[in-house]
């Protein structure tokens, strides 16, 4: 930031002049302080001195106006109209006659360069040109001593050639100009943010004048005195005037900085000779007042803005001059505060101090900016002078800190500190009591300084005599209702009469009644209404007032005044009612939405349905005046033989009064908005008359057709310069159309006038659903009426007007077809307004090319419905080419309203617009149409919009809910082909496993017949979906995702079979292997039980023994001898591995590390680790400070004071693990604890403990840990048993333990369980903390490149999980680790591209935390992938409890029957397991789905986490919701399961267990008809041959290989096959209640580790659907599918949060934001974010950041109750963590209750 290094004045104390200027009380200047501040210099001064010499003065005025072609205009011989401005204004520059008209032209354009930039190169080449010209400068090129020498010399141009300044060309023009295009003249100034002429000084024989009438239709918005938003007439608003006047020369341009009081303007409020051509002399303007104002509708505390609403006067020239006397004299007495500028050098002159008495006379608040143009060194005569000065303002009431010095130093100010600190006097001033004053009022003051203003005319001061006279009349009776009281033509007889019209052409509610008969009553129901209407016109004294009694001959002039004046007060009193009527509507709307769900007040619901209609009929203008008279003619023409004569004479005379004022820009209106009607008969007759007075000259339509608040009627405004009502909201209603003549450039073409017709906005959102088919009968007018129809597209989205469009086509096409002469040739323009893209052709083509695709669909369908099929293109019904006629504009403002100025590029577009409509356009035209046939084809187009019977609507788009309902539909259809994959696959699995030879032949016999039996589940699935497609209440919309749902389910077959034969594949190899396995392990297995059987005769007693061994002592000896056993089988080839020491060796040695650096991570890494836990230790455990650490340490907490200690500690433990190598566990463990021990005795002279043990022990299993981990050391311990040691996953040695235990033998074991997890948990932590010292350089700020980099690291944890999760059991590879450093230099690569540099030890710390990250899993595959590879494992996990079994038979002598039995029952047993293992995650599944609403869709699953969110209450837990969601959720889904499966109880029974229980029953069941089925008659009657064929009858039910189960016999003689199958029996059924005991202990962990595909991970597949967020508000996308987006379906949300909950923050306040996105992305408000490289982006274009997203913008769309709720609690906590000022809560929302907030979620 750049900084001033002179110290700031004190704004509130006026502490500058209290150290420079007084002494003892008294007003004396520093003199040491003084000289410092002045230096030499001089500045220059381009203004004019004016001498005593009149007459040159006034030559020089003449000479400038006959440059600039005006001389005529201004001596009244004509004045410059509304029209003739925009027919002869011209973009072209080649003389300085057309500079008048090409400011007026770019003005009019609101383009706010046309003040400034007037000369072309044509001008400035015949100025050279020039003989004096060329002697002033020719000298400037002859050598280089002369051109430097001349830079000290001053220009002298000669009056006859010099250049007109900008600012007289703009006084010139305003003087010229007629009052009624000043009045434009004026709004589009102020629009453009320039200054506005208030006062002209004299010109030629013209007074000083005062601008009033000028500045009447400019409407300023501010802030009421009752904190209300208003909008009044600047002239009428009561706001304070700060006044700015030089006296002498300065230095500083005094426009400039009043530039930057203004506010940081991209362009000069106030021109000023720093501006292009900024350099000329000014003559008219000289001395002229201007006057702008800052607006501010927000309560800003900016000590850099005014704040509060300023009107802001600039005086032109030096006020000590004559021609600035005036305008100096009447901004002293109606200022509120003057700020006069002045040098030093003037201050002592006596003239100075005489102006300066005279401002303070009118003006005590009085602001003194003192300048040091010469840069002279003060003297005493200065000095004295300065003092003198002083004192005689301070005798006047002028306050000494009001003085301000732009100076220090001898250096000018900088411009922002003196801007501060001139705001700060001006606020101040401001403060104190004072009276404001209208500009109106301050036309007295100019009256009594001789100053005449623009309103004294006589036709003037008529119109608004008549207009005040007639306003009386119409308020009389108070100011509600007044249509209906004044107007009563246009409203129900008028409504009624409409409606009666258009069901005589279309016939609607005819029903059984005769044609004949139903016609005759509508017709003498239409004469009623009629009849009626010409009482009313009898008494209607206002009708009669306004035009009855006013001839043709009347004052025209006159009548164009008393009509301005008539709408000037006729918006006034609008502007005083619409904003109660709006609050009204809005209370009332607020009452029902605080109403209960279901429980709506049906009288409140009236009541706000007849506030909303008070709101829509308070309208009343002007245009209600026009349509009375069209209601009166039309009466009368219908009734003319009833009607009285003297009535029908003045009636007539209405049309040609109409069509006059159309010429004079008044706008016709074609369509009445409220009756949705053209009174056909007025219409025709105005247009006949217009014919008659233009000589039917020949028209070009220019319609313009757009949804609601587009910007049509500003498009047409600017293009034109046209009047149409302009304002947020609804503002047009109906068709308007206005005439214009053809610029003059133009005059060569084909057409005369152009008239353009602007439209009401489509799909209005007060208007409902009953107007969708006055929209469809609105464009099919607008498109048949023009010949081009402007279709106006707020941004790039045109799938807005694509269902109108449709609509338009098949009405047109219609009567195309039945009125063949309807020559209908209709052209379109599209116009996407508010697109900043720099090449929008390209980037938005494709979405153009696709409405041209869908259009020609739907003319090819409307032809062949209409029998027309020769029609089959868009362009054959409606010119259009898509490679010409569509343009793209910018937004109209430039900046932050209400001080965003008319955005430049916007006017150059539609110039650029409008220049393509006024050449190529016109002159392709084939058809060239008068206003006659205009007027024939108007009436026939309205006709067939009244035949046609539009049943058509503007779709009302369900797409989220629809496509929501495919997707569970499809979710369903989806698990009937997994669920059938799964359950075939069940049993073949165990018929592969059981197999021992013909693999390969098994396989194709397994494809074939998986590829039968899934073509027939996809053949009814198939089916489903289309049933599904046919029978649906979204039918229409399912249309259009029917082929890619069909697509999709086509591939989901596909690869369900791809993946079952990739399966059998590995079952098959996997079977394979095993069996080459066994070869080896038969002979040992045969070995085994021949070993246990020779175990069992040696441990038989001897006949004189008389105890025989118990089980538990046999099972000692066999478990001994086991051991010998297993070492016959090959011990498992694979190896242990230390995969952290393996991660560090590949770390060390990767060449885009450092190791030095990487060293330090790992270190630093521990010790963070260690210091948390400390500090987890420290909450727990310690108590308080004691008082000796609070007498030295009183402002350090308990948590600093033991950290401290345990930091020394940790470092005199980390000294002991690496002082001898050869040191043991058990003697470190006694070392550290002795150290600990003695740290613990100086802490507790410091500390209080609630818990002593507890913290000694947990201190002292910390620092071992960390040192353990630090120095690599005591990390494997040493099984008894076994040669190869095993890893220490968490650090804790069981030496260490035993030692502990020693010591603690009470604490330690309850102590170390508690925090064990924690132990394991902190090291594999996925937080990483981003700071400044990993940033080295950035364009960012500091604090944006830390959020953006801690987002990108937050997913790259994610990123990583999700890859260690694809990558299955298999042995660790040093290919993993490189992966995950190529992911952190792609992140470093993101970085760099939004201009962020990393630092190396980012790399290395990232690197560290991230394996450390994944050691856990990487371990836990390691192992698993041993384990699949460890024979003895395998074998013992199968044959050790019946070689166990068959031991304890030959030991104790049981018969064979019995004992075979118990062996193969064990077996059984086993196989049963390992099937309901394999097989159950299909029924928890189906069971799941259809019991679990809260995981049956993603919408159920989302508000269910929310309830549990609320339930709970814990912003922890809000966070992480918000935070890390998909973690999140996997948690809460594993909580639904979890609840479901295993804590909900049925009769002390989990639904996991009845699930299991069932299926351990079905298969003992099916197991034990098996055994006991008798044998074949054909099979020998044998142990292997029973043995065999059981095997054959249970081999595709249980996992249970041939050879295995065989060799388990062996040994055995069977004497009777039947009774050993019913002891088989038996003991498997006794074996039921061992299998239930272990399913019953079955927890979810063993579930999550068990399978790779368990059932959470199915749920999580079918429930979380797609995981983007909003990336504002963080709300997830609401789409059940995760690949919507190849199905062309943007994400949405159903409902998105504030989006504080997204971390936004006001940029300025750094306050969260409680807005909404669907409020926000159709505002003018803009966000950066990392996306957008942290550049402002307005939200309305949010698509050109996120375009996969689709908010749907509503400006009325706040958060629900349930954010709400949680804002309101959880404010301060939100604001900590995302590093921002709390939000603004609205009262409101904190009336929301908990229960509100659940009930806001619904069902």
């Known amino acids: 930031m750049d900084t001033d290094p002179q110290p700031v004045p004190d704004a509130d104390t006026g502490q500058l002049l209290t150290d420079e200027f007084s002494d003892l009380g008294e007003f004396i200047i520093d003199y040491s302080e003084l000289e410092k501040s002045l230096s030499e210099g001089d500045a220059a001064n381009l203004d004019i001195r004016y001498g005593e010499n009149e007459d040159c003065v006034k030559k020089m005025h003449k000479e400038i106006l006959c440059n600039l072609g005006l001389v005529k205009y201004f001596e009244k011989k004509e004045e410059i109209s509304l029209q003739e401005a925009m027919t002869k204004s011209s973009g072209q520059l080649d003389s300085i006659c057309d500079i008048p008209w090409f400011v007026l032209m770019r003005v009019m354009m609101l383009d706010y360069r046309g003040r400034d930039d007037i000369f072309s190169d044509v001008i400035k080449n015949s100025f050279q040109t020039n003989p004096e010209f060329q002697k002033n400068f020719s000298g400037f090129m002859d050598d280089l001593d002369q051109l430097c020498s001349s830079l000290d010399e001053k220009v002298s141009i000669g009056t006859s050639s010099h250049f007109p300044h900008p600012m007289d060309v703009l006084t010139a023009v305003i003087l010229c100009s007629s009052n009624f295009l000043r009045q434009t003249l004026c709004e589009k100034l102020f629009m453009c943010k320039l200054s506005i002429p208030l006062i002209i000084p004299p010109v030629l024989d013209r007074k000083s004048l005062y601008l009033l009438w000028s500045l009447r239709s400019t409407i300023l918005e501010h802030r009421l005195p009752s904190g209300e938003l208003g909008e009044t007439s600047v002239v009428k608003c009561r706001i304070p005037i700060v006044s700015c006047l030089r006296l002498g020369d300065i230095p500083r341009s005094k426009s400039k900085f009043l530039n930057e009081i203004l506010n940081d303007q991209t362009h000069p409020t106030f021109f000023h000779r720093d501006c292009e051509n900024g350099i000329y002399q000014r003559i008219l303007s000289e001395g002229s007042l201007e006057i702008a104002w800052y607006s501010s509708v927000e309560q800003i505390r900016d000590s850099d803005c005014l704040g509060e609403s300023v009107a802001v006067m600039n005086l032109r020239g030096d006020g000590k001059s004559d021609r600035a006397c005036e305008g100096k004299k009447f901004l002293c007495e109606v200022s509120n505060v003057v700020l006069v500028m002045i040098d030093i050098a003037e201050l002592g002159k006596p003239d100075s101090i005489e102006h300066l008495r005279s401002v303070m006379i009118h003006n005590k608040q009085l602001i003194l900016m003192i300048t040091n143009q010469t840069r002279i060194k003060s003297t005493e005569t200065i000095v004295s002078s300065i003092r003198e000065c002083a004192t005689s303002l301070k005798s006047y009431g002028f306050l000494e800190n009001n003085i301000i010095f732009d100076y220090r130093d001898g250096r000018e100010q900088n411009v922002k500190v003196l801007k501060k600190d001139t705001i700060g006097k001006i606020k101040k001033c401001l403060g104190r009591e004072h009276k404001e004053m209208t500009l109106e009022e301050c036309q007295k003051v100019a009256e009594d300084l001789n100053i005449t203003n623009d309103e004294s005319s006589l036709e003037c001061s008529n119109g608004k005599q008549r207009a005040s006279s007639l306003l009386q009349t119409i308020c009389k009776n108070g100011k509600d209702n007044l249509k209906e009281k004044n107007l009563p033509l246009q409203c129900r007889p008028w409504q009624e009469w409409a409606k009666l019209n258009t069901e005589e052409h279309r016939q609607v509610k005819k029903g059984t009644a005769s044609t004949a008969a139903y016609m005759n009553d509508i017709f003498n129901k239409k004469r009623s209404m009629r009849q009626e209407q010409l009482q009313l016109i009898e008494g209607h004294h206002i009708l009669y007032n306004v035009f009855l009694n006013r001839g043709p001959e009347s004052n025209n002039l006159e009548n164009l005044y008393f009509l301005k004046w008539l709408k000037l007060h006729l918006d006034e009193i609008s502007r005083q009612i619409t904003p109660g009527l709006q609050k009204k509507c809005s209370e009332k709307w607020n009452e029902i939405r605080q109403c209960e769900t279901g429980e709506i007040n049906p009288d409140l619901q009236v009541e706000l349905e007849m506030c909303e209609k008070e709101l829509s009929e308070s309208s009343f203008g002007i245009e209600h005046f026009f349509r009375e008279v069209a209601q009166a003619y039309e009466a009368v023409s219908y009734m003319a033989n009833e009607a009285d004569k003297e009535i029908k004479q003045h009636i007539d005379h209405l049309p040609r009064i109409m069509a006059e004022l159309m010429l004079h820009g008044y706008p016709l209106e074609i369509m009445d908005g409220d009756a949705c009607h053209i009174p056909l008969k007025w219409v025709q007759a105005v247009l006949t008359q217009l014919s008659e007075v233009t000589n039917n000259k020949k028209v070009f339509v220019l319609s313009v057709l757009g949804v609601q608040s587009s910007g049509k009627s500003t498009l047409l405004n600017t293009m034109f310069g046209l009047q149409f009502a302009v304002a947020a909201g609804r503002c047009t209603r109906g068709i308007f159309a206005q005439l ?648 470093e690569n993101q970085c760099k591209n939004a201009m962020t540099f990393l630092t190396k030890a980012f790399r290395n710390e990232l690197v560290v935390y991230l394996c450390q990250y994944s050691l856990p899993m990487f371990c836990e595959k390691q192992k698993s992938y041993l384990e699949s590879f460890d024979q003895r494992l395998n074998y013992k996990r199968d044959n050790y409890g019946p070689c166990f079994e068959s031991f304890l038979n030959f030991y104790f002598n049981f018969t064979n029957e019995q004992s075979l039995a118990k062996v193969l029952a064990e077996r059984l047993c086993n196989a049963i397991k390992k099937a309901i293992d394999s097989d159950m995650t299909r029924d928890l599944v189906e069971d799941v789905r259809h019991n679990v609403l809260e995981v049956r869709l993603k919408s159920n699953f989302l508000k269910g986490v929310l309830r549990k969110l609320l339930e709970t209450d814990d912003f922890s837990h809000f966070n992480l919701y918000l935070q890390d969601r998909d973690a999140q959720l996997q948690r809460w889904l594993s909580y639904f399961i979890d609840q479901y499966l295993f804590v909900s109880k049925i009769d002390g029974l989990n639904r996991y267990t009845q699930i299991a229980f069932g299926n351990i029953e079905r298969l003992i069941k099916v197991t034990c008809e098996m055994i006991m089925e008798p044998l074949t008659s054909t099979t020998e009657k044998s142990l292997n041959s029973w043995l065999e064929e059981f095997i054959q009858r249970v081999t595709d039910k249980l996992p249970l290989p041939r050879q295995d189960f065989l060799s388990l016999a062996n040994g055995y003689e069977i004497v009777s096959l039947e009774t050993f199958a019913s002891k088989l029996n038996d003991e498997l059924r006794n074996t039921q209640k061992q299998l239930k005991d272990t399913f019953k202990t079955r927890t979810p962990a063993y579930l999550k580790i068990l399978q790779e595909n368990n059932v959470y991970k199915i749920i999580a597949n079918e429930c979380k659907g797609c995981t983007e967020k909003c990336p504002f508000c963080y709300a997830p996308c609401s789409l059940n599918s995760s690949g919507h987006i190849a199905s062309g379906i943007d994400h949405a949300a159903v409902t998105h949060q504030p989006q504080a909950c997204g971390k936004y923050r006001d940029t300025i306040s750094k306050k969260l934001v409680i807005d909404n996105c669907e409020a926000l992305v159709v505002s003018d408000i803009s966000f950066k974010c990392p996306e957008s490289n942290w550049e402002s982006h307005p939200y309305k274009d949010y698509k050109n950041i996120f375009p996969n997203w689709k908010i749907q913008g509503d400006a009325s769309v706040e958060a629900t109750p349930y954010w709400k709720w949680f804002l309101v609690k959880y404010e301060s906590q939100l604001a900590e963590i995302y590093d921002a000022e709390r939000p603004d809560i609205p009262s409101s929302w904190k009336t929301i209750t908990k229960e509100d907030a659940l009930n806001s979620l619904g069902h």
């Open 740 to 1387: 214009l003549p053809v610029c003059a450039e133009f005059c060569g073409s084909k057409y005369d006038y152009i008239l353009v017709l602007d439209t009401e906005g489509l799909r209005a959102a007060e208007l409902g659903i009953a107007k969708l088919k006055h929209d469809n009968e609105i464009a099919t007018l607008v498109i048949g009426l023009g010949d081009v129809t402007l279709v106006n597209i707020k941004g790039e989205n045109v799938s807005e007007l694509e269902d109108i469009l449709q609509i338009v086509i098949h009405a047109l096409l219609k009567m195309r077809l039945v009125n063949k002469e309807l020559s209908l040739q209709p052209s379109c323009i599209f116009v996407h307004q508010n697109v900043s893209a720099q090449d929008p052709f390209q980037r938005l083509g494709t979405g153009q090319r696709k409405l041209m695709e869908t259009l020609d669909k739907v003319t090819e369908a409307a032809g062949k419905q209409e029998d027309a099929s020769n029609y089959t293109l868009f362009k054959q019904i409606i010119n259009f080419d898509i490679n010409k006629d569509i343009f793209y504009i910018p937004d109209l403002w430039k900046g932050d309203p209400p001080m965003a100025s008319a955005n430049p590029s916007y006017s150059e577009n539609v110039k650029q617009i409008k220049q393509i409509l006024l050449t190529s356009v016109m002159l392709n035209r084939p058809l060239h149409h008068t206003i006659s046939q205009f007027c024939s084809r108007l009436k026939d187009i309205w006709d067939g919009v009244l035949e046609q019977n539009f049943v058509f609507s503007f779709r009302n788009s369900l797409e989220i809910d629809a496509y929501n309902a495919l997707e569970s539909e499809q979710a369903d259809i989806s698990w009937m082909l997994k669920s059938a994959e799964m359950e075939w696959f069940g049993g073949k699995r165990n018929l592969i496993e059981n197999r021992e030879n013909e693999l390969d032949e098994l396989r194709l016999t397994l494809t074939t017949k998986f590829r039968v039996h899934l073509h027939q589940v996809y053949q009814q699935a198939t089916e489903r979906l289309e049933n599904y497609f046919l029978n649906n209440e979204y039918q229409s919309l399912f249309e259009q995702w029917r082929t890619n749902a069909t697509l999709k389910l086509q591939t989901l077959y596909q690869n369900i079979t791809e993946n079952a034969f990739e399966n059998i594949k590995t079952e098959i190899s996997k079977r394979k292997n095993k069996l080459n396995e066994k070869k080896y392990m038969q002979t040992n297995l045969i070995k085994i039980m021949d070993e246990a059987k020779k175990l069992a005769e040696e441990l038989k007693l001897p006949n004189n023994e008389n105890q025989p061994k118990g089980e538990e002592e046999l099972k000692i000896i066999f478990d001994d001898k086991w051991d010998e056993w297993m070492r016959l089988i090959p011990e498992n080839p694979k190896k242990n591995l230390d995969i952290q020491r393996e991660i560090d060796n590949i770390l060390d040695n990767s060449h885009t590390l450092d190791f030095v650096l990487l060293k330090t991570a790992r270190k630093e890494r521990h010790c963070t680790i260690a210091r948390d836990n400390f500090t987890y230790a420290i909450k727990r455990c310690v108590s308080k400070k004691k008082a000796k650490a609070s007498l030295l340490y009183p402002f350090t907490s308990k948590i600093d004071v033991a950290s401290n200690f345990l930091d020394e500690l940790l470092k005199n433990v980390l000294s002991l693990f690496g002082e001898d190598i050869q040191i043991t566990p058990e003697n470190c463990t006694h070392k550290l604890i002795g150290l600990v021990k003695d740290e613990m005795k100086e802490m507790k002279s410091y500390l209080t403990f609630k818990n002593e043990k507890k913290f000694e022990i947990c201190i002292i299993m910390f620092t071992w840990q960390c040192a353990c981990f630090w120095n690599h050391r005591f990390l494997e311990k040493k099984h008894e048993k076994d040669t190869e040691n095993e890893l220490v996953d968490d650090g804790i040695h069981p030496s260490f333990e035993k030692v502990l235990l020693q010591y603690f033998p009470h604490n330690a074991k309850t102590v170390a369980n508690e925090i064990r997890e924690r132990l394991a948990h902190q090291r594999s932590s996925s937080y990483f903390n981003v700071t400044q010292k990993h940033i080295q350089n950035t364009n960012l700020t500091e604090q944006d490149a830390l959020a953006h980099i801690q987002l990108l690291v937050n997913d790259l944890f994610k990123d990583v999980q999700s890859y260690i999760d694809k990558i299955g059991i298999q042995c660790f590879r040093e290919f993993y680790i490189e992966e995950i450093i190529r992911m952190v230099i792609n992140l």
